[in-house]
């Protein structure tokens, strides 16, 4: 078996990513993941741990955490999605993504612990998703990883990745998203993504809406686990819910010193330390909240033997890299480019553009999943001055004149562009941009793909650097 042979496997099941929804038994859902690992030896079992959950920020906090791990001298791993150009990006090991030798190596391996599962009509059929996770974390121990940081692709109760006993579990920020399978309110997706919490462990979050904290609570108590809280220094969302003695205080606290262009200095207060100038090169204020949930759980998992050092956790932090979230690639008029893809994360990107590059004007490329919350995103975007719209290379995009539809009725001030494709789009948009202006294009991960491979192609070298395979139109 060759890698796109590897690749076609893997991607012939269903898959929700590129599909949208399927229908299965959620109940068989850890029992059938659990199954494969146990043929495959249980890997999982064979290094510590830590579980990422979270509607947005999960994987810069993942980043983190993990950059700072190798900066100590652990062999750290990494399971992330989705990926922007190669399926690789999914799986690394010290920072160094699979290979595709590698990935075909071992992917006959699970295929036939997958088809032994399968062949006993115990359980319905695998997604792509389950069988990466597998694969993932059978990659983790043949390389003879000490710490993997895991991050759950959808919720994390019913998660292929809730197999794994952590020994931190980490909720990030918490919105709308995907809620035909999470639910329709904040404590409902928030009781989801709290599934991961396990009896007497530990759970650091950096959530804010009061109804989000208390559903997480409620798992909390009835795991008899114990909750950590991060939050902004300047003020507590949930103080009522304290006050109350209903949720904690907030025991990680930071502040922003100051910040020049995407390089944020500030500094967090811990239950016992203060650590000052700490820097990351990473833009918004929520990148902030991320670095500090990344703090959070460090300290907890040197309580419990994984060491790191304060130096370690400064070049860590100043040399994390996470592309496609407030991603330079482009000056005058400056191209940003950003994975934002609900209406509170698109609301936040739209902030911190403002804040960071005080734009004359502000324009947008725009494509996103034809099952999200087409009209908030919209919403969040209506102070653009112009917006381009396109259909990214994904069978779940929404179509032009949907956008057009949503934009005509949510922002019909926007002056709306159309274009076939990204790179028409992008083309466009730099066309009606001056100079001093800023063009986002966002919407999706995967058009964020897109643009960082326009930028590679005409010579930026940032968006190159990042790009190590491409599998993706």
Same mark, same amino acid.
């Given at each position: 078996?060759?890698?796109?042979?590897?690749?076609?496997?893997?991607?012939?099941?269903?898959?929700?990513?590129?599909?949208?929804?399927?229908?299965?038994?959620?109940?068989?859902?850890? $029992?059938?993941?659990?199954?494969?690992?146990?043929?495959?030896?249980?890997?999982?079992?064979?290094?510590?741990?830590?579980?990422?959950?979270?509607?947005?920020?999960?994987?810069?906090? &993942?980043?983190?955490?993990?950059?700072?791990?190798?900066?100590?001298?652990?062999?750290?791993?990494?399971?992330?999605?989705?990926?922007?150009?190669?399926?690789?990006?999914?799986?690394?090991?010290?920072?160094?993504?699979?290979?595709?030798?590698?990935?075909?190596?071992?992917?006959?391996?699970?295929?036939?612990?997958?088809?032994?599962?399968?062949?006993?009509?115990?359980?319905?059929p695998?997604?792509?998703?389950?069988v990466?996770?597998?694969? !993932?974390l059978?990659?983790?121990?043949?390389?003879?990883?000490?710490?993997?940081?895991?991050?759950?692709?959808?919720?994390g109760?019913?998660?292929?990745?809730?197999?794994?006993?952590?020994?931190?579990?980490?909720?990030?920020? @918490?919105?709308?998203?995907?809620?035909?399978?999470?639910?329709?309110?904040?404590?409902?997706?928030?009781?989801?993504?709290?599934?991961?919490?396990?009896?007497?462990?530990?759970?650091?979050t950096?959530?804010?809406?009061?109804?989000?904290?208390?559903?997480?609570?409620?798992?909390?108590?009835?795991?008899?686990?114990?909750?950590?809280?991060?939050?902004?220094a300047?003020?507590?969302?949930?103080?009522?819910?304290?006050?109350?003695?209903?949720?904690?205080?907030?025991?990680?606290?930071?502040?922003?010193?100051?910040?020049?262009?995407?390089?944020?200095?500030?500094?967090?207060w811990?239950?016992?330390?203060?650590?000052?100038?700490?820097? @990351?090169?990473?833009?918004g !204020?929520?990148?902030?909240?991320?670095?500090?949930?990344?703090? !959070?759980?460090?300290?907890?998992?040197?309580?419990?033997?994984?060491?790191?050092?304060?130096?370690a956790?400064?070049?860590?932090?100043?040399?994390?890299?996470?592309?496609?979230?407030?991603?330079?690639?482009?000056?005058?008029?400056?191209?940003?480019?950003?994975?934002?893809?609900?209406?509170?994360?698109?609301?936040?990107?739209?902030?911190?553009?403002?804040?960071?590059?005080?734009?004359?004007?502000?324009?947008?490329?725009? &494509?996103?999943?034809?099952?999200?919350?087409?009209?908030?995103?919209?919403h969040?975007?209506?102070?653009?001055?112009?917006?381009?719209?396109?259909?990214?290379?994904? $069978?779940?995009?929404?179509?032009?004149?949907?956008?057009?539809?949503?934009?005509?009725?949510?922002?019909?001030?926007?002056?709306?562009?159309?274009?076939?494709?990204?790179?028409?789009?992008?083309?466009?948009?730099?066309?009606?941009?001056?100079?001093?202006?800023?063009?986002?294009?966002?919407?999706s991960?995967?058009?964020?793909?897109?643009?960082?491979?326009?930028?590679?192609?005409?010579g930026?070298?940032?968006?190159?650097? !990042?790009?190590?395979?491409?599998?993706? $139109?």
């Open positions: 078996m060759n890698y796109q042979e590897a690749l076609a496997y893997i991607y012939g099941f269903s898959d929700f990513e590129r599909g949208g929804r399927y229908t299965r038994n959620p109940a068989e859902n850890l $029992p059938r993941e659990a199954r494969l690992l146990e043929l495959l030896g249980n890997p999982q079992q064979q290094y510590t741990k830590t579980h990422v959950a979270g509607t947005k920020g999960k994987g810069s906090t &993942s980043a983190m955490i993990e950059r700072v791990l190798r900066e100590a001298g652990i062999r750290t791993a990494l399971y992330t999605q989705p990926d922007l150009h190669t399926y690789r990006e999914r799986m690394r090991v010290s920072g160094r993504l699979i290979s595709e030798e590698e990935m075909a190596q071992l992917v006959p391996e699970v295929k036939a612990a997958v088809e032994k599962v399968q062949a006993s009509h115990e359980f319905g695998f997604i792509t998703y389950e990466s996770t597998a694969l !993932a059978l990659y983790f121990w043949r390389q003879h990883v000490q710490h993997a940081i895991i991050e759950v692709g959808i919720g109760r019913l998660d292929a990745t809730n197999v794994i006993e952590p020994l931190v579990s980490v909720i990030a920020s @918490i919105s709308f998203d995907h809620m035909e399978v999470l639910g329709d309110t904040l404590g409902k997706i928030a009781t989801e993504k709290a599934g991961i919490i396990k009896p007497h462990g530990v759970v650091v950096s959530a804010q809406s009061p109804e989000a904290l208390l559903a997480i609570a409620r798992v909390q108590q009835q795991q008899q686990a114990r909750m950590l809280r991060v939050g902004s300047d003020g507590d969302p949930a103080q009522a819910e304290v006050d109350a003695g209903r949720l904690p205080p907030l025991h990680y606290r930071y502040r922003l010193q100051h910040r020049e262009g995407e390089q944020q200095c500030f500094t967090v811990t239950p016992t330390y203060t650590y000052a100038d700490l820097e @990351i090169p990473l833009a !204020a929520y990148q902030l909240e991320n670095a500090t949930l990344a703090l !959070a759980t460090l300290e907890q998992l040197r309580e419990r033997g994984v060491y790191w050092d304060e130096s956790l400064r070049a860590g932090f100043r040399a994390v890299s996470w592309p496609g979230r407030i991603d330079v690639v482009g000056h005058h008029p400056t191209l940003v480019v950003d994975g934002a893809h609900n209406a509170d994360s698109m609301q936040k990107l739209m902030q911190a553009i403002r804040a960071t590059f005080e734009p004359s004007r502000l324009l947008a490329v725009f &494509s996103v999943a034809r099952d999200k919350d087409i009209a908030g995103i919209v969040a975007l209506a102070d653009c001055e112009s917006v381009v719209l396109t259909e990214m290379h994904s $069978p779940r995009a929404a179509s032009i004149a949907m956008l057009e539809a949503v934009f005509q009725e949510y922002a019909p001030h926007v002056h709306v562009y159309t274009a076939p494709d990204s790179s028409q789009a992008i083309e466009l948009a730099h066309h009606l941009a001056g100079r001093d202006d800023v063009i986002c294009v966002t919407g991960i995967y058009l964020a793909g897109e643009a960082l491979r326009w930028a590679a192609a005409r930026n070298k940032r968006a190159a650097q !990042a790009i190590e395979g491409i599998d993706h $139109p």
